[in-house]
């Protein structure tokens, strides 16, 4: 599909991409009363799903970024806005973000689709919704786009598309791009609950060797990356993982209508992860790069009744693209 022009225009502070990274999350008071269903996986973990129901028949299965979980201002933001135009919607917390550690000594990473097709699986099974729709943010767009063409032939007819926001489909150049001084202040944010993590599964798992002096000194995710989630994935390296992981090269198989939107100023995003070939030679797949929004930001202005560009496009592309 051609690329589309963003409409995208926030007043000057906004078009600062650090600036709007920040500011959503720092100072967006975004809240939703969610009904929290618990599922038992394949491998006898647990899966916490977050619901808002509005008695409809569309679902929207929100999949949050590193670190987040359902309370997360951009999820919050997204579900209210949905269930305001009579949408359902579920968070779907990866495994350890649900606020209580997940069982087994693995939790998740970038390409772990096989949680996402268990739990759509699990809500087409278990609920009669005639439309299904994914809507990723981060991490969880890579896991959103992955998915769709990963799984393409697997895909029930009730899944219709999906949308990403702010996602590193290329992991490989994104980390090198997470490595530059201007993003020193976000990795260091994510380390915070990272290692803290990786410490206590050390602890509840003493057959894990975990070498904690190099966990206390890492300063990048490739450390991170040899410490535990090649090990504990079964990965061969941390280049392997990328390369394994990253959604750029199931994009060409999507055969959903899906929508990737990534601000040209995210501060995240390497050259790579602007997927303009591979939107201009799909049927299926489009691009939109506006000049700002940050990471998962696009606010548009101190106005909280003008800050709801991003629910209203995923909205918008919901209604015109995908339940036409």
Same mark, same amino acid.
């Given at each position: 599909?051609?690329?589309?022009?963003?409409?995208?225009?926030?007043?000057?502070?906004?078009?600062?991409?650090?600036?709007?990274?920040?500011?959503?999350?720092?100072?967006?008071?975004?809240?939703?009363?969610? &009904?929290?269903?618990?599922?038992?996986?394949?491998?006898?973990?647990?899966?916490?799903?977050?619901?808002?129901? &509005?008695?409809?028949?569309?679902?929207?299965?929100?999949?949050?970024?590193?670190?987040?979980?359902?309370?997360?201002?951009?999820?919050?933001?997204?579900?209210?806005?949905?269930?305001?135009?009579?949408?359902?919607?579920?968070?779907?917390?990866?495994?350890?973000?649900?606020?209580?550690?997940?069982l087994?000594?693995?939790?998740? !990473?970038?390409?772990?689709? $096989?949680?996402?097709?268990?739990?759509?699986?699990?809500?087409?099974?278990?609920?009669?919704?005639?439309?299904?729709?994914?809507?990723?943010?981060?991490?969880?767009?890579?896991?959103?786009?992955?998915?769709?063409? +990963?799984?393409?032939? &697997?895909?029930?007819?009730?899944?219709?598309?999906?949308?990403?926001?702010?996602v590193?489909v290329?992991?490989?150049?994104?980390?090198?791009?997470? $490595?530059?001084?201007?993003?020193?202040?976000?990795? +260091?944010?994510?380390?915070?609950?990272?290692?803290?993590?990786?410490?206590?599964?050390?602890?509840?798992?003493?057959?894990?060797?975990?070498?904690?002096?190099?966990?206390?000194?890492?300063?990048?995710?490739?450390?991170?990356?040899?410490?535990?989630?090649?090990?504990?994935?079964?990965?061969?390296?941390?280049? $392997?993982?990328?390369?394994?992981?990253?959604?750029?090269?199931?994009?060409?198989?999507?055969?959903?209508?899906?929508?990737?939107i990534?601000?040209k100023?995210?501060?995240?995003?390497?050259?790579?992860?602007?997927?303009?070939?591979?939107?201009?030679?799909? $049927?299926?797949?489009?691009?939109?790069?506006?000049?700002?929004?940050? !990471?998962?930001?696009?606010?548009?202005?101190?106005?909280? &009744?003008?800050?709801?560009?991003?629910?209203?496009?995923?909205?918008?592309f919901?209604?015109?693209?995908?339940?036409?």
């Amino acid at each position: 599909m051609p690329i589309i022009k963003s409409t995208f225009s926030p007043t000057l502070p906004f078009k600062n991409g650090h600036f709007n990274t920040m500011y959503r999350p720092l100072f967006r008071k975004d809240t939703c009363k969610y &009904q929290r269903k618990r599922i038992t996986t394949w491998d006898k973990d647990f899966i916490d799903l977050d619901f808002s129901f &509005q008695n409809s028949k569309t679902l929207v299965v929100l999949i949050h970024g590193l670190e987040g979980s359902s309370q997360s201002t951009y999820i919050t933001a997204t579900s209210n806005y949905l269930n305001a135009k009579k949408i359902d919607t579920v968070c779907f917390n990866l495994r350890s973000c649900s606020g209580q550690d997940n069982l087994l000594l693995a939790t998740y !990473h970038t390409g772990k689709t $096989d949680d996402v097709h268990f739990v759509v699986n699990h809500l087409l099974q278990n609920y009669a919704y005639e439309n299904v729709i994914l809507v990723g943010f981060s991490l969880g767009g890579n896991l959103t786009l992955k998915y769709l063409g +990963e799984y393409q032939q &697997q895909l029930n007819e009730r899944i219709k598309g999906g949308i990403a926001i702010s996602v590193p489909v290329d992991i490989a150049s994104a980390e090198l791009e997470l $490595d530059k001084l201007k993003n020193k202040l976000y990795v +260091e944010l994510f380390f915070k609950t990272m290692k803290n993590k990786i410490l206590e599964k050390a602890f509840k798992f003493p057959e894990f060797h975990l070498d904690k002096e190099k966990l206390f000194k890492a300063t990048k995710f490739k450390h991170l990356e040899h410490l535990y989630t090649v090990p504990v994935f079964g990965f061969k390296s941390p280049e $392997d993982y990328w390369q394994k992981a990253s959604s750029k090269p199931y994009i060409p198989k999507i055969k959903l209508p899906s929508l990737l939107i990534n601000a040209k100023d995210d501060s995240f995003l390497s050259a790579a992860c602007y997927p303009e070939k591979e939107a201009k030679q799909s $049927d299926y797949f489009y691009l939109e790069t506006p000049n700002y929004g940050g !990471h998962c930001g696009f606010i548009s202005s101190f106005k909280s &009744q003008e800050n709801n560009w991003l629910e209203q496009r995923i909205y918008n592309f919901i209604r015109k693209k995908i339940l036409i």
